[in-house]
């Protein structure tokens, strides 16, 4: 069993920045590809980042590349998600997702478990 918890959403104004929290238990991260999607209202899902936990590969959407790090901390069993310099079409619910591959993927159908999700407005 795996147990995946997102945390850190909120509002912000355009601009600004938030990290998400994607926090695993049950199973460690150690062998698999962790993924961030997110789904804007009226819109489909949509890729945004992955990281490959083994060594820490990183693969980024293009309309967030440069501005969203994602990155692990190894201690705490955690993924995060920085997000800078926000805009409003980022506004979405954010949803953390693992591979069981561990190899990078943009597709969401490679991954097996997921979160319930955090919401991110950004306002204009």
């Known amino acids: 069993q795996v147990q995946l918890v997102e945390s850190g959403g909120g509002l912000v104004q355009a601009g600004g920045s938030l990290r998400l929290s994607c926090a695993a238990s049950?199973?460690?991260?150690?062998?698999?590809?962790v993924g961030w999607f997110r789904r804007a209202p009226g819109k489909e899902r949509e890729f945004v980042s992955a990281?490959?936990?083994?060594?820490?590969?990183?693969l980024y959407a293009g309309p967030v590349k440069g501005r969203f790090t994602i990155s692990k901390d190894n201690a705490n069993n955690t993924v995060y998600l920085q997000m800078n310099s926000l805009k409003p079409e980022d506004t979405a619910i954010y949803y953390c997702?693992?591979?069981?591959?561990?190899?990078?993927?943009?597709?969401?159908?490679?991954?097996?478990?997921w979160g319930q999700g955090t919401q991110v407005t950004v306002s204009s």
């Open positions: 997702a693992l591979r069981q591959t561990p190899v990078l993927s943009t597709n969401p159908y490679h991954y097996t478990y």
């Open positions: 049950g199973r460690t991260f150690s062998t698999y590809t």
């Open positions: 990281l490959k936990w083994s060594d820490g590969n990183t």
